[in-house]
């Protein structure tokens, strides 16, 4: 999928939850999964420096090791 594929597809789903008032509550209560403090952003950091490597080929994509993975 495309950068600008997933852009469009982002915003149907933010008009759809626009138009809907439960909708709209609901996603006001959730909480952002990417939002962490600095101490929070380094362990990750620290964390993914001992988890897993991978190097794509000249000829491999992004999607070829996502779909490899999978």
Excluded: H
């Excluded at 209560?29 to 988890?51: C, W």
């Amino acid at each position: 999928m495309t950068t600008t594929q997933l852009n469009a597809e982002m915003l149907r789903n933010m008009s759809i939850i626009v138009e809907d008032e439960n909708l709209l509550k609901r996603a006001e209560k959730q909480s952002d999964p990417t939002e962490f403090t600095r101490e929070e952003f380094f362990a990750r950091i620290d964390e993914a420096k001992n988890g897993p490597t991978f190097e794509l080929g000249e000829e491999e994509t992004l999607e070829y090791l996502i779909n490899r993975l999978g």
